[in-house]
């Protein structure tokens, strides 16, 4: 059987001509004729080459990986308990009694979190319910790479920022609503720090948590953007970025004016960080007033993986984002998305051992962060127990912004009229159909008005996941994170168990088993 996906998706809204015939290895129809008008992703790349390489209509949409991977944690079933009970009164085991809150920081000053989740950097689609819904949750969100080029009122001068009033209103819609919980990290990728980004926002707009990327783009590499003229070429060239072919050079203007040659592509450059200057930049941000440092990296080599992790106990830093193959991207080449790296549950295994022997030989360990296709409650208790004690938080990127991007939409349909048939039953206005906005009235008051309906649909899925954690915690008697622990799930498979080592469900307790018959 084949894993993959091959030769057709809606990512690049690309189809196969048989579906049901094809070659599971190429993924290539059993029969391709003559005459056909190439709808799969090997005939659309006959008129529109390497465009087909990336996601189509990136600016309206986020995606995923499609690759069926041999292990995910619905290969791990929750494992409940009915004696005992860990951190709470036993007269208190109702699941509302839960304690989701936690807090990280190497400082005195700590960011408190009302639920163990991060929001990490993604397309910048409905960025201000992203991040105004995690403001609202009280957890921590991530604006992502590249914003110098997003914004189009950027200014750059003599190669730095000097203005950027995106990055204003991101800060704004983020600490305008923010209740003490939570915090907003900017990330720079090598093309940002080149322009000086994170120092502009520390020194200019008062952020205290930034976030460096270590090894990793958009997934495993940066995103290559299609540029349409020769002007803009230039312009952002200027800006500092790399362009190709260089729009600079005469002969290549020459081409482009009489339309021959390749197209401009703006490519980011890869980051690769050395011991020695990445510790010098943590505390170059620090001193400029940064009291929060992360680091977000991806599914490499486990080899590389340590690296980071040492590197990021020796640096200090307070959080740390690993990746997982099989979560999803805004930029990212769809084959590399899908073909590239270790999967979520291998790659929080191989993690976990790395911890395991870094807390042997005294490493302080950041707050670590696991990430990469978590969406439910469910996969959030079995990625803090596979990880535990190591792994503090999970990183919720495409629920989030599905959710952000679900409560914009249907807040416009609701002002317009048009409400689906299956909510009308709630009622006709906003606020009869989104259900927590009475609660944030109470937090808000008449301000409840001016909340984005998509950081309310965040709002109300944050409040759901957390409910349904509770409920899974109190389900193992466990009523604070910190009790989570990795035999709190169990392998339904030989395989499962022998990649995670963890005891297979069939031979789980036996001894404590004999023990409990013999008396």
């Known amino acids: 059987m084949s894993f993959s996906h091959y030769n057709a998706s809606m990512i690049n809204k690309t189809k196969l001509r048989t579906p049901k015939d094809y070659s599971p290895f190429s993924g290539i129809c059993s029969v391709c004729t003559e005459d056909c008008q190439g709808t799969c992703e090997i005939g659309r790349s006959a008129v529109r080459g390497s465009e087909l390489l990336y996601p189509v209509e990136r600016a309206t ?21 009915c004696y005992g009970s860990f951190g709470t009164d036993p007269k208190k085991t109702a699941y509302p009694n839960v304690n989701l809150k936690t807090e990280l920081g190497n400082g005195k000053d700590k960011i408190k979190l009302k639920a163990p989740y991060v929001f990490p950097a993604i397309a910048k689609l409905n960025w201000r319910g992203y991040y105004t819904g995690a403001a609202l949750s009280g957890v921590i969100a991530v604006i992502g790479e590249n914003l110098p ?45 080149k322009l000086g980004l994170l120092d502009y926002a520390i020194e200019e707009l008062g952020f205290e948590a930034v976030e460096l990327k270590l090894g990793q783009g958009s997934k495993g590499i940066q995103g290559m953007g299609k540029i349409l003229s020769l002007e803009k070429a230039l312009e952002i060239q200027q800006m500092g970025y790399e362009i190709y072919p260089d729009p600079s050079d005469p002969a290549i203007q020459e081409a482009s004016k009489k339309h021959i040659g390749p197209p401009f592509y703006k490519v980011g450059r890869l980051p690769e960080w050395e011991e020695e200057s990445f510790i010098k930049r943590v505390e170059s941000l620090r001193r400029k007033g940064a009291k929060y440092i992360s680091i977000k990296t991806g599914p490499f080599r486990p080899a590389d993986l340590a690296r980071t992790v040492i590197l990021a106990s020796k640096a200090g830093v307070d959080m740390i984002t690993v990746d997982g193959a099989g979560g999803g991207t805004g930029n990212s080449p769809i084959h590399m998305m899908n073909e590239w790296g270790y999967p979520t549950v291998y790659l929080e295994t191989v993690l976990f051992n790395i911890c395991q022997k870094m807390q042997e030989k005294k490493f302080q360990l950041p707050a670590i962060v696991m990430t990469g296709g978590f969406a439910f409650e469910d996969h959030i208790f079995k990625g803090l127990a596979l990880g535990a004690p190591h792994i503090k938080l999970i990183g919720l990127g495409r629920a989030a912004m599905a959710a952000a991007m679900v409560g914009k939409t249907l807040g416009k349909m609701i002002q317009k009229g048009s409400i689906p048939a299956d909510l009308s039953r709630f009622g006709q206005s906003i606020s009869d159909i989104f259900c927590g906005i009475p609660e944030l009235r109470a937090r808000f008051g008449d301000e409840v008005a001016n909340i984005p309906t998509g950081a309310i649909g965040v709002y109300n899925y944050v409040e759901r996941i957390n409910t349904g954690l509770q409920q899974l915690m109190a389900l193992c008697r466990k009523y604070q994170l910190d009790y989570i622990s990795r035999d709190d799930i169990i392998p339904l498979t030989r395989e499962s168990a022998e990649i995670t080592g963890l005891t297979h469900v069939i031979e789980l307790d036996l001894k404590e088993i004999d023990k409990i018959i013999e008396g």
């Open 61 to 81: 949409s986020q995606v995923a990986s499609e690759k069926d991977y041999p292990i995910d944690f619905s290969h791990f079933n929750i494992n409940g308990r």
């Open 149 to 193: 080029t997003t914004d189009p009122n950027a200014v750059i001068k003599s190669g730095r920022v000097a203005h950027l009033p995106l990055l204003k209103e991101m800060f704004d819609s983020f600490y305008h609503y923010n209740e003490g919980y939570g915090a907003l990290f900017l990330q720079a990728n090598v093309d940002d720090e």
